[in-house]
């Protein structure tokens, strides 16, 4: 059986968590033990690269990039990148503004702030990162609102990648109370169908010790 | 000829353009005009999406991600990704640590409070972003010197997109004087063959107005 190493509350092991169950990949979630990975990760790895994905017959693949694209190359069926070359590049094109710009933008400064922290023995959050934070967040809501009025999903007319980032960004947000959902009524909409994806289930059931999300948080319809 | 838009002080247009150098395609630069961009990309190009590529035969890449994946697959010789799967896969790992872990954590809090945030109209920089992006770079140059001891390039023998995206974030960082080189004389010295590099060449004469670089930005050997 394959082996994924996360942090329940990462976005990155969050979206490679809903890939693999969308792509119908069996494989054991292991909650990242620094001291069981040193047996199993190669001694470059010295740096936090979760998620990082042990296959079956060895290979180690670590960040959600290496991931994505070896289990595209290797399982072709249910592609989530889509087909055409122009679908591919919107798709990966909408990724990499919430894997980067969202990411750095919002995530970093509230979740990381809010609960990272906390682990890492900090003080308490720093409310110039939460206030950047909260003030980036609508931009990004406004242009989900801005392709919802388009197409059905963010990328096109079918569920992609596109979809599995961005949620896994705004769920981590989301969990520590930080989205405003009633402004943008079709990104809630749009959330929604997401959420109601058995893929999204166990994203939904995570708990973080001392920190309780909001009760919408794993409601379907909110 | 195709055409790349870009901002001249973003780590991802610096990594595209030392990217399409190294590949030997052949491209117009075009620093980013908002009002020559609208005729020429979709209309869903609301958010800002640089780098992006307008290839010979009109097909549209924006990000550097859509433009690498598709360049890797229609363009074979000297894949800058690596041949191996496991190769490959490392060069992703240390793709997304500095795409985006580098680039969330140093980058955004040093690059955009010194430079974006003037030409946004913004007050001056936020000291708390510079003092959180200065302390984290050190672990960042740490781990860099770690490998160097192990290996020629950051992901093994050869020169890959990881020396590519790790130099882009870095050259920026580097421009607005906020290296702290002689810390780690060994990553100094890998720098100093990436910059050596006639692909590297283009970046190291980026001026942007108001902002003078260090005098040993541009220098070869510093």
């Known amino acids: 059986m394959r082996e994924l190493y996360h942090y329940p509350l990462c976005p990155f092991g969050r979206l490679t968590r809903i890939y693999l169950l969308e792509k119908s990949l069996d494989h054991e979630l292991m909650v990242d033990l620094p001291w069981k990975r040193k047996k199993i990760f190669s001694e470059n790895h010295v740096f936090s690269d979760l998620p990082a994905l042990l296959e079956m017959d060895g290979t180690i693949l670590e960040g959600w990039y290496a991931i994505v694209e070896h289990l ?18 919107e798709t990966r094109r909408i990724m990499t503004l919430f894997n980067e710009m969202f ?64 949620a896994a960004q705004i769920s981590c947000v989301d969990y520590v ?25 166990g994203i939904l059931a995570d708990r973080i010790s001392n920190v309780i999300p909001p009760a919408h948080y794993s409601e379907l319809d909110f």
Chains 1, 2 share one sequence.
Not at 72 to 89: D, F, G, I, N, P
Not at 135 to 153: F, P, Q, T
Not at 177 to 201: C, L, Q, T
């Open 103 to 166: 990411f750095a933008d919002v995530t970093k400064n509230i979740v990381f702030e809010k609960v990272m922290n906390k682990y890492m023995g900090n003080a308490s959050p720093d409310s110039a990162s939460l206030r950047k934070g909260n003030a980036a967040v609508g931009k990004y809501l406004d242009y989900i609102s801005w392709l919802m009025d388009r197409r059905n999903w963010l990328a096109g007319d079918e569920f992609t990648l596109a979809d599995v980032c961005a």
């Open 177 to 201: 109370g930080s989205m405003a959902w009633d402004s943008h009524p079709n990104v809630k909409e749009w959330y929604m169908r997401v959420k109601s994806r058995p893929s999204f289930r």
């Open 72 to 89: 595209e190359l290797h399982y072709r069926s249910t592609s989530l990148l889509r087909v055409t070359q122009k679908e591919r590049a």
